[in-house]
């Protein structure tokens, strides 16, 4: 019997990228079962106006006698701290301010932070300011558990493992989410590369949600910070598979409070129960992405902080619609039912629509708050980079709808660029 000719044919070998990606979804098969066995911890809520003055009591209730407040210059300039400070003076409980974190807080800061805690023998942390003073204090709650790690080998996921100093999570803006998360998102200054610690120990015990502190935010940091948070909901909800009923009900309750109050807010500063709204929106959102994990909105905006220092909101309220769009058709549906939410189309209205309908309401949010179109500060030269750390960064932990290679990382951010930033040489 003769062979057929189609048996004689060699087999085309399959390609690589796709067998990458293939072994990135059955990684995160098991990462979701991680999840669900997961005992995911919440910290305990105190809101309202001037609710930072009772911060102490909680203190004194836990026997806590001396926190190291980190926090930045521009904060404890502000008064912020005062409230709280006079409540911890009249019940004899003295604080250790260190003011040394900036935007973007790097190994070096935290490296600060950690000697001011042993010099002056501090037994808890409270985080007072933005997602930077949080996420230094985290870090330096997770060198203090492990005095023998250096920052970069903290870096990943749950590679602290042990008990760090209470944390107290105070947020004077309303974005990053973090007194709700076990990350610390912290540059290292030798890579020049920013990555998050990411282990169940440093959730804080306690977030406060004081309206009153967010009050003074100009509308520039305003408009970031809610972009950030609108960015957390938005690529958790889209993300799906690490998630449970709750972490979509909250991400889907972010994004509505976010649609109705972020532009009232940027308008009118001075308006608390919109303030109240945008801190329980990026609390919702930073509960919602602590599971559900944020994307590649993330994993390519990390890189141009780090780069380029800009801050970490103004990076995700660039990038959260080109990467929406970039996803294609396997996102649509959740970011169609986001529309809904929003009532942004009619019912009747086709999933393809509805999702188009909900990136132009990002897009025209952005305009209104004077957030740039696109990327304006990325060199040519540094695309292979960005590319190579995104990858490192969302492989194969993010559960997004589309998985790209590096290849196609340097595709969308060359999508980017403009045809004058193509001419470069």
């Known amino acids: 019997m ?112 950690v000697s001011a805690f042993r010099e002056n023998r501090c037994d808890c942390l409270i985080a007072f300011g933005g997602g930077s003073p949080m996420d230094c204090a985290k870090a330096i709650g997770a060198r203090i558990a492990r005095p023998g790690k250096t920052v970069p080998e903290l870096q990943g996921m749950f590679r602290v493992l042990r008990p760090t100093p209470v944390i107290f999570a105070v947020p004077t803006t309303a974005g990053t989410g973090s007194e709700t998360t076990i990350a610390a998102v912290i540059t290292d200054t030798a890579a020049n590369h920013k990555a998050a610690i990411m282990d169940l120990s440093l959730m804080p015990k306690f977030a406060v949600l004081d309206p009153e502190l967010t009050v003074g935010l100009p509308p520039r940091t305003t408009a970031e910070t809610g972009m950030d948070a609108l960015c957390h909901a938005v690529e958790a909800y889209t993300n799906d598979a690490y998630n449970s009923r709750m972490e979509k009900e909250l991400a889907r309750r972010a994004v509505k409070l ?30 919602a ?60 209205a086709g999933i393809p629509e509805k999702a188009e309908a909900f990136i132009q309401w990002i897009e025209e949010l952005k305009a209104r708050m ?41 595709g969308f951010i060359r999508t980017l660029l403009t045809e004058e930033d193509l001419a470069e040489t």
Request: glycine share 10%.
């Open 2 to 113: 003769k062979e057929s000719k189609q048996g004689c044919r060699p087999r085309k070998a399959p390609d690589s990228r796709i067998i990458k990606k293939g072994v990135v979804r059955i990684l995160q098969r098991f990462i979701r079962l991680g999840m669900c066995l997961t005992p995911w911890p919440a910290p305990k809520v105190m809101q309202g106006p001037g609710s930072v003055r009772n911060l102490p009591l909680s203190l004194k209730k836990m026997n806590l006698k001396k926190p190291l407040i980190v926090t930045g210059k521009t904060v404890r300039g502000s008064g912020l701290l005062n409230g709280m400070l006079e409540t911890m003076e009249s019940i004899g409980i003295p604080g250790v301010i260190f003011d040394g974190v900036k935007p973007n807080p790097t190994n070096r800061e935290v490296e600060a932070g």
């Open 370 to 410: 004077d957030i740039p179109e696109r990327p304006d500060m990325i060199r040519r030269e540094d695309v292979e980079q960005i590319a190579e750390w995104a990858e490192k960064e969302g492989n194969p932990l993010y559960p997004v709808p589309v998985i790209w290679s590096r290849e196609e990382f340097v």
């Open 289 to 348: 992405f602590t599971r559900g994990c944020v994307g590649y909105v993330h994993a390519v905006g990390h890189p141009l902080s780090s780069l380029y220092g800009i801050p970490h909101g103004r990076a995700m309220g660039i990038l959260l619609p080109h990467v929406m769009r970039a996803y294609g058709a396997a996102a649509h549906k959740r970011i169609a039912e986001l529309s809904d939410v929003c009532g942004l189309t009619k019912e009747e």
């Open 258 to 287: 976010i649609f109705d109050n972020l532009q009232k807010v940027y308008e009118n500063g001075t308006d608390l129960e919109a303030r109240q709204k945008m801190q329980q929106a990026a609390f919702c959102a930073g509960r």
